[in-house]
């Protein structure tokens, strides 16, 4: 059955899950403050599919080919450069005023217990 | 070392990079450093691909991908680096729904450029797969950056027969796949890309304006699988490493983001499908109860005698972009020798953390912005609560009422001060939507109208009193 499916295709899956696993695990505790440039990061990285663009503008033939590979190697030159310039941008406020920052990223909103209004934030966080 | 192992190396570097850089963003302190290294991991990537055979050979492609790249610098640099604060989200946004969009032309260009009915079975549900979630995101995306951008309106939008409709879309694509898997029919390929996208756009329709960062999160995610799916029909790993690991940390992170707000990812996508929540739980009717409505002359009177002012900022005032208005009124006040501090709700704003940074950008200064939990301890000697576009963070029935949605989620304590007053566009409630009880409390007042024109008199109203 694998045959079938061509050689590769089984790696490829695998690397797929793998790649799943490793996602999932390395933002596992992102304080909520982060949330935002952490978004707009990974937003830049799937910019990677420039590479993929660039492949099949590269390979081309015939007007409809081209014209959408051309429109896709556009697109995707926008999404790395405008996601990795936009979040740079977002850690660059951030930077500005450390300790404001911190003190929200400890006041994580989760809402697990009926929080006293003193205590609303951090406590529900820790 | 052949080149193409060189190729493969040079590759995980580059991913290598991307996983250390959503480990860096992870946590404050490495944040930038992640960002950079992602950028060069990416960098490396693009500069290596020029020296595959597949991309230099033919050198009039070569020339139209250099053209290519160069307009999207041209157009995207500056875009990203001109954006103010506020529109920061929608940036995102349309970043992120291009991506998509490219992902989905990479999908349809392969599927045009085989020989035809020579793909396998699984080649066409790779392509599909990225034509169909690519589209999705592409016009979800729009969308969203439509709304936020206020190119429309920014309330969930619903028609009649919405769910018989939408399931109708939905089960027209189901079997478009199946017959293009059968058929290998290019026009049928279109005809799924074009219902994608419609797809795509009635599925952001009916969520609201407050609930788009969570929208925009998933639809990330959605493009990574697309960018993924990609990387299975053109057998590159990196791209289905570095798809796929947004597409996790991005459901990962969407799920984080949807409990910050103290709402489940169902709840957001599709409670404005059904009719609108009424969670109010043994709350008395709202119609049975009156609002104070005043002007803003009596508010600006109320404001300019008290002695402490906390301004409570919410989505209405990123909405309106009246932070910088807000700022003025602070100053009037301050003028006046009343203490203002802003209480800052974590998730105030269009997105965790956002308030914050719109406020930093109107040069509030630091110390004037409050947490949570000091600006709780603070509000019980406070005059008056200004509660600026913000609902759900002030609402009590966070603490009081169990059967509500928002039940445990930490506000902040409005209800304390000595009086309440919201600035707010209507009764409507927010985008929890659910019923307010402090709306109808006696110590409130409520002032109609848009954030801004309404601080903007009370601006006036406060230097007059």
Redesign the interface.
């Known amino acids: 059955m694998m045959a079938a499916?061509?050689p590769?295709?089984m790696t490829?899956i695998t690397?797929?899950v793998l790649?799943?696993?490793?996602?999932?695990e390395?933002?596992?505790?992102?304080?909520?403050?982060?949330?935002?440039?952490?978004?707009?990061?990974?937003?830049?990285?799937?910019?990677?599919?420039?590479?993929?663009?660039?492949?099949?503008?590269?390979?081309?033939?015939g007007t409809?080919?081209?014209t959408?590979?051309?429109?896709?190697?556009?697109?995707?030159?926008?999404?790395?450069?405008?996601?990795?310039?936009?979040?740079?941008?977002?850690?660059?406020?951030?930077?500005?005023?450390?300790?404001?920052?911190?003190?929200?990223?400890d006041?994580?909103?989760?809402?697990?217990?009926?929080?006293k209004?003193?205590?609303?934030?951090?406590g529900?966080a820790s | 070392m052949s080149r193409a192992t060189a190729t493969d190396l040079v590759y995980l570097i580059a991913i290598v990079g991307f996983i250390l850089a959503l480990k860096g963003l992870s946590s404050p302190k490495r944040a930038r450093l992640g960002n950079l290294v992602g950028a060069s991991g990416m960098l490396v990537a693009v500069a290596w691909t020029f020296s595959l055979p597949e991309v230099y050979s033919h050198t009039r492609n070569l020339v139209l991908i250099i053209i290519a790249i160069a307009i999207g610098a041209v157009i995207g640099v500056p875009a990203a680096r001109l954006v103010k604060m506020t529109a920061m989200p929608q940036m995102v946004a349309i970043f992120n729904g291009v991506g998509g969009g490219a992902a989905a032309l990479v999908s349809v260009t392969e599927f045009i450029a085989a020989p035809h009915k020579s793909l396998a079975i699984y080649r066409i549900i790779e392509i599909l797969f990225g034509v169909l979630v690519g589209s999705v995101s592409l016009a979800g995306s729009t969308i969203a950056f439509a709304k936020l951008q206020e190119l429309m309106t920014g309330r969930p939008i619903t028609y009649p027969a919405q769910q018989p409709i939408n399931a109708a879309i939905g089960v027209a694509i189901v079997a478009l796949l199946v017959v293009t898997v059968v058929t290998a029919s290019t026009t049928v390929l279109v005809i799924v890309l074009v219902l994608s996208l419609a797809l795509g756009a009635i599925f952001v329709l009916p969520i609201g304006g407050a609930d788009t960062p969570v929208l925009i999160s998933l639809l990330n995610a959605f493009t990574g699988l697309a960018v993924a799916a990609s990387g299975f029909t053109l057998n590159s790993t990196l791209l289905i490493v570095a798809g796929t690991l947004v597409g996790a940390s991005g459901t990962l992170l969407t799920r984080m983001m949807s409990q910050a707000m103290g709402r489940s990812l169902p709840n957001i996508l599709f409670s404005a499908f059904g009719s609108v929540v009424t969670a109010s739980g043994e709350g008395p009717d709202a119609e049975g109860r009156s609002v104070r409505a005043g002007t803003a002359d009596d508010i600006g009177v109320l404001l300019a005698y008290a002695r402490k002012v906390a301004i409570i900022p919410g989505y209405g005032l990123a909405v309106a972009q009246a932070q910088h208005t807000a700022r003025e009124l602070a100053d009037a006040l301050a003028a006046r020798g009343v203490e203002v501090y802003y209480a800052i709700h974590p998730v105030a704003g269009r997105m965790p953390g956002h308030m914050n940074v719109l406020l930093a950008e109107a040069n509030v200064p630091y110390d004037q912005l409050e947490e949570m939990d000091d600006a709780n301890q603070d509000l019980d000697s406070t005059d008056v609560a200004l509660v600026v576009g913000a609902n759900d963070t002030v609402n009590p029935a966070a603490k009081n009422t169990p059967g509500s949605p928002i039940y445990g989620m930490p506000i902040i304590n409005a209800d304390r001060a000595t009086n309440i007053v919201f600035l707010k566009r209507s009764m409507r409630p927010g985008f929890a939507g659910i019923d307010n009880e402090l709306l109808y409390d006696p110590k409130t007042t409520m002032l109609f109208g848009d954030a801004k024109d309404s601080l903007s008199k009370l601006v006036a109203a406060v230097k007059a009193a």
Not at chain 1, 28 to 34: A, F, G, Q, W
């Open positions: 499916a061509g590769g295709l490829f690397v797929f790649a799943a696993f490793v996602g999932y390395v933002v596992s505790k992102v304080p909520s403050i982060l949330h935002t440039p952490l978004m707009s990061g990974s937003n830049a990285i799937h910019g990677i599919i420039l590479v993929g663009t660039m492949i099949v503008l590269g390979q081309a033939h409809a080919q081209l959408l590979g051309f429109l896709a190697v556009v697109l995707a030159t926008l999404n790395v450069v405008g996601g990795f310039v936009v979040t740079d941008r977002m850690l660059h406020m951030f930077r500005a005023k450390p300790a404001d920052r911190k003190a929200a990223a006041a994580k909103a989760s809402g697990d217990t009926a929080a209004p003193e205590d609303g934030g951090a529900a």
